[in-house]
């Protein structure tokens, strides 16, 4: 079984500036895929990033950065210079062996300007 | 642009009436996913199809049905909707079932009456 814990129900951030989204991760699977979506409040999920858990890098695309620490089974998502469009709905999952994405309950991410 | 497209986007029924949500994709993929996704809470897989393969998620109400007549389509169909079937129903794709990224439409709100 695969299990997704993301302690922040809400985070605020000044624009411009980075900010940093917890997820921490449980899975007995030896191979795994760890992913984050942004919904926006019309509904679609939106693929950010994904992180292959035998990745040796961290997974980053354009201001998106994942910061994969194995050992402590955490894969947290660090926005770089926080735009206002960034204001959403940000899900860590986890992907097993047979398709089936396990998600977390999300984090809403607040951007002030 | 290679996506996935839901119809219709808002979906209003009544009580007990059979509904049928529509999924089409363009990006050839091999498997398609449905999730419930009910308000503030994570998606919760339904069922997916790997090719003609249909896999049913065990806590799945017996409610719920679904059919891929092709490649590009997949159908949710309701047999009675009941007022906590009220949701927003997200279609998914993706290439293969392990790990792989999963891309998603931009789902259909369903309201029952």
């Known amino acids: 079984a695969q299990k997704i814990t993301q302690t922040q129900p809400g985070m605020f951030v000044q624009e411009k500036e980075a900010v940093t989204l917890d997820c921490t991760y449980d899975t007995s699977d030896p191979s795994y895929g760890l992913f984050w979506y942004k919904q926006p409040s019309s509904g679609e999920m939106i693929f950010l990033i994904y992180?292959?858990?035998?990745?040796?890098q961290n997974a980053t695309e354009g201001r998106y950065s994942l910061n994969f620490q194995k050992a402590r089974k955490s894969a947290n998502l660090v926005i770089s210079a926080s735009q206002l469009g960034d204001s959403a709905m940000y899900f860590c999952a986890s992907g097993t062996s047979y398709g089936k994405l396990t998600f977390g309950q999300g984090t809403i991410l607040t951007v002030h300007p | 642009d290679a996506m996935v497209i839901q119809n219709p986007r808002y979906q209003v029924t009544q009580f007990g009436k059979p509904v049928t949500l529509s999924c089409s994709q363009t990006?050839?993929?091999?498997?398609m996913y449905w999730y419930q996704q009910k308000s503030s809470q994570a998606p919760k897989l339904l069922f997916h199809?790997?090719?003609?393969?249909?896999?049913n998620e065990a806590d799945t109400p017996d409610n719920f049905q679904s059919r891929r007549p092709n490649t590009s389509f997949c159908f949710l169909d309701i047999r009675s909707p009941g007022l906590g079937d009220a949701a927003m129903y997200l279609c998914a794709t993706s290439w293969g079932q392990f790990g792989e990224t999963q891309y998603f439409g931009p789902g259909t709100r369903l309201l029952v009456l």
């Open positions: 992180q292959g858990s035998y990745d040796q």
């Open positions: 199809y790997y090719d003609k393969d249909f896999n």
């Open positions: 990006l050839n993929h091999n498997v």
